[in-house]
């Protein structure tokens, strides 16, 4: 089971099937904000699809490919991070996460991604993290940009999103210029 502590008020902990009904709270709550750019928000439309979503990334880690984590906020669950694209060979892995709205513009996302990157570099021994979202998602754009990575390049129409092929920019960070 992973768990990455963050500070006194958040921590990261790997999410459990008895945890889909608040990751589905959350997701419902937050609907309108998140689709804009998660174009699978639109196909979660039941606390099924987050039971089946998180069984799914339980047989991924068993597999060491992905982990997904409930983000904890005041020991509320306000959103989720995973880590994906686990490459043993490479020693790397991307990360992607989403905040529910009302707990946004707090620095959520940035400590505990800053926390999930140390343990990935100190503890599961990777070498690269990557960050990747859509051109114009600037928030999110914001937190590798806070985190010290580097801008690595644009993935032309390499998403689709609601119809539309949109941009992707890719931002990486090496375990050597991690700043602990
Ligand atoms: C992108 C997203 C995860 C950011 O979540 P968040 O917790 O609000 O993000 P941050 O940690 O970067 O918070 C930064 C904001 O908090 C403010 N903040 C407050 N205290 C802060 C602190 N100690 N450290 C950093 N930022 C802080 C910043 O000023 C910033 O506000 P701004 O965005 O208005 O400039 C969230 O907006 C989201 O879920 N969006 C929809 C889904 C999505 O786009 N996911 C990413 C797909 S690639």
Not at 78 to 107: P, S
């Amino acid at each position: 089971m992973f768990e990455v502590p963050v500070n006194n008020d958040i921590y990261l902990r790997q999410l459990q099937v008895q945890d889909a009904p608040m990751v589905y709270k959350q997701l419902d709550l937050s609907r309108k904000s998140l689709r804009k750019f998660l174009p699978w928000v639109d196909y979660n439309t039941s606390e099924e699809h987050s039971i089946r979503f998180i069984q799914m990334m339980q047989r991924k880690a068993e597999e060491q490919e992905a982990v997904a984590l409930g983000i904890w906020y005041q020991h509320q669950l306000c959103g989720v991070m995973d880590l994906h694209g686990w490459d043993h060979q490479l020693q790397k892995a991307e990360i992607g996460y989403w905040v529910g709205e009302v707990f946004q513009g707090k620095g959520i996302a940035t400590a505990a991604c800053k926390a999930l990157i140390t343990y990935a570099f100190k503890k599961l021994k990777l070498n690269k993290i990557e960050i990747r979202f859509v051109l114009q998602n600037e928030r999110s754009g914001q937190i590798p940009i806070r985190l010290g990575f580097a801008k690595e390049g644009i993935l032309r129409h390499n998403a689709k999103l609601h119809g539309q092929y949109v941009d992707m920019v890719v931002m990486g960070v090496l375990r050597q210029d991690w700043k602990y």
